[in-house]
């Protein structure tokens, strides 16, 4: 589908690691790193490389087709909009059954892509593995 293709799209540009420098002269771009930190590598130049596509950037296109999809969030928004004129509830009532059923597959595949990504999540054992097993005497 078109959704997964997209996702496919965006996971590929953020997995090339593509780094920018953000000084207005140089703007060199590479896929290569410095030992040092975040130094543009070109010489000469002050400037800081960040990544052309951050984590952040693939969560807001992720959070993004999961939201095209949600008509429940879609009419409570136009609901909003349209200051009461029409209920949720109407709104929803004038949706086919097939267009219904045909987003909520576009809504499930577009949140199974976003349970995968985790940029939102903190694992509980994350916690675990950072401070260690602290035992409750009681």
Not at 50 to 79: G, N, R, W
């Amino acid at each position: 589908t078109l959704v997964t293709s997209m996702v496919y799209k965006c996971t590929r540009q953020y997995g090339q690691g593509v780094v920018r420098c953000d000084d207005p002269t140089c703007h060199l771009e590479t896929r290569q790193l410095s030992v040092v930190g975040s130094p543009c590598l070109a010489r000469g130049c002050n400037g800081k490389m960040s990544p052309v596509y951050t984590d952040k950037d693939m969560y807001t296109q992720l959070k993004y087709l999961a939201s095209l999809f949600d008509v429940q969030h879609a009419c409570k928004q136009q609901e909003k909009v349209n200051k009461g004129a029409m209920s949720a509830r109407e709104l929803q009532k004038n949706i086919s059954s097939m267009d219904k059923e045909a987003f909520k597959v576009l809504l499930l595949e577009a949140s199974h892509h976003m349970e995968m990504c985790g940029y939102d999540k903190v694992e509980p054992d994350f916690f675990q593995a950072l401070f260690g097993q602290i035992g409750l005497k009681q």
